[in-house]
């Protein structure tokens, strides 16, 4: 079945820096790939998302990168602040409307 | 925005015992999720529903059951609680395929 990877699995930086979050996924069916942000100890809330005919999507402080070749995205967060702090999950949801998720990645962004 | 509320938010249950966790949400979503997530895991699909009267198995269906009596109620069930099932338990809905979705604040169960 599908599987995603999400790498790093942990970050450190200091507020106002820019970071990358890279994710793979195997089923080249999957079409739909939606990212949620998850504060301490709160609910997953989505970010953002970006379909398989795309190749790039932003909202305000946020970039999404689709490579379907090399079934890769890459979520970009600029200008980070305390708030931005939280687990990011990756996710994928393939033809059959499975969804498979990445096992996250700890942002710590340190005022 | 979807409201998707789960009872308990905690429970310590003795290994053995029976357990239930609840699910409700008020958006009219045909899907429901139950998810645990595990320091190193992720989030891992235990069982889901299509909408009332189904319920499928996900990716690690043993020791839980699942129900979904209506629309909007999706419960899991613990018929014999062991303590490899201490964890945070996520319901989640959505509406059909390609869409997003939308989480309860979690259940923190210890099996004890």
């Known amino acids: 079945g599908e599987q995603v990877e999400q790498l790093p699995s942990s970050l450190i930086v200091q507020e106002g820096a820019s970071v990358l979050i890279n994710c793979s996924y195997t089923?080249?069916?999957?079409?739909?790939f939606p990212w949620y942000k998850q504060e301490p100890g709160k609910r997953l809330q989505f970010i953002i998302d970006?379909?398989?005919?795309?190749e790039r999507k932003q909202t305000q402080r946020l970039t999404l990168l689709f490579d379907k070749k090399t079934k890769h995205l890459s979520l970009h967060i600029t200008a980070t602040q305390p708030g931005d702090s939280a687990i990011y999950f990756c996710?994928?949801?393939?033809?059959?409307?499975?969804?498979?998720f990445g096992d996250g990645t700890q942002l710590v962004v340190k005022p | 925005e979807a409201a998707v509320t789960q009872s308990p938010r905690n429970k310590v249950a003795v290994t053995g015992g029976k357990v239930t966790l609840s699910c409700n949400q008020t958006?009219?979503?045909?899907?429901m999720y139950w998810y645990r997530q595990d320091t190193g895991h992720g989030l891992r699909l235990i069982h889901y529903?299509?909408?009332?009267?189904?319920?499928e198995k996900g990716d690690i269906p043993d020791g839980y059951k699942a129900s979904r009596p209506s629309q909007e109620n999706f419960s899991l069930i613990l018929e014999l609680a062991t303590p490899s099932q201490t964890s945070v338990y996520f319901c989640?809905?959505?509406?059909?395929?390609?869409?997003?979705?939308?989480f309860g604040e979690g259940s923190r169960l210890i099996v004890v």
């Open positions: 996710s994928a949801t393939n033809s059959n409307n499975r969804i498979f």
């Open positions: 089923d080249s069916a999957s079409v739909y």
């Open positions: 970006i379909r398989s005919n795309m």
């Open positions: 958006n009219n979503h045909n899907n």
């Open positions: 529903s299509y909408g009332a009267g189904s319920t």
């Open positions: 989640a809905s959505g509406e059909a395929s390609g869409n997003t979705l939308y």
